[in-house]
């Protein structure tokens, strides 16, 4: 299966018509991505938008990620836990220092979305990505941001991609890729996108983590978070 964590969500007509598309291409799990401007309008209609993926001619599992966008690190925290028990995933928008380093050591935060966003280097050291591994927070390198860039910016994107891949290999924290679709033109077959990050030096079971393997982590680990107590520790109800 798989799995791409970030598309863009706008509005039912239009989440419905990307969702689509991504079927047809060959993703078997996506999740919108909405913020605070669109977060109450998603609540109204995301069981619906689940409900028709499935009926798709190649059924499209559909979960929900809300991104904390700010750069101030008692927010982040603030509406992490207010937001932790009512949607499946939680991200937050990378490139302040103080929130790269906040979302790595938050156990509510799922996913540090893009550290390198508006940066010259890419956001995270071998502190932070210690802690990213401790706490099970996902790293994202989105495909769009190559998509949309040129020249010397993306040859420093790319440079980032591959500083973060390194780190990731020595510290082993989760690695999601995902393509950033905003439009229906922008959604690519996995298979391409595999090709492309394996050009850029991942290695086949690296790319198989970060579409598949990490993402489906995430979804199963959150789906079953009310049961766990703390770390590694789950309640299991008793049967007389």
């Known amino acids: 299966m798989f799995y791409d964590l970030n598309i863009k969500g706008k509005n039912f007509n239009e989440d419905l018509h990307l969702a689509k598309e991504a079927s047809l291409l060959g993703w078997n ?7 605070d401007d669109n977060l109450d309008n998603a609540f109204e209609y995301f069981d619906t938008l689940q409900e028709e993926s499935l009926n798709f001619n190649n059924p499209l599992n559909v979960d929900f990620r809300y ?5 101030n690190s008692n927010h982040l925290r603030k509406l992490s836990r207010k937001y932790r028990d009512k949607i499946n995933l939680i991200s937050v ?10 979302s790595c050591e938050t156990i509510h935060i799922d996913i540090l979305s893009r550290p390198y966003f508006k940066r010259k280097d890419c956001g995270i050291n071998h502190v932070l990505a210690k802690e990213a591994a401790n706490n099970d927070v996902a790293i994202e390198l989105c495909f769009k941001d ?6 010397s910016y993306r040859s420093k994107i790319l440079a980032n991609f591959k500083e973060i891949i390194s780190l990731h290999r020595k510290f082993d924290f989760p690695l999601i890729l995902t393509s950033g679709s905003t ?7 996995p298979v391409d996108l595999s090709y ?14 970060g579409f598949k393997n990490s993402p489906k982590n995430l979804i199963n680990f959150n789906k079953n978070r009310e049961n766990l107590i703390l770390k590694g520790v789950k309640k299991i109800d008793r049967f007389d």
């Open 93 to 102: 928008l990378g490139g302040h220092l103080k929130v790269n380093r906040t």
């Open 196 to 209: 492309f990050f394996k050009e850029i030096g991942l290695k086949e079971e690296e790319i198989e983590e």
């Open 183 to 189: 439009f229906i033109y922008d959604i690519k077959n």
């Open 146 to 151: 190559i998509l949309t860039t040129y020249l």
């Open 29 to 35: 799990s996506v999740a919108f991505n909405y913020n």
């Open 67 to 71: 991104e904390i966008t700010t750069n």
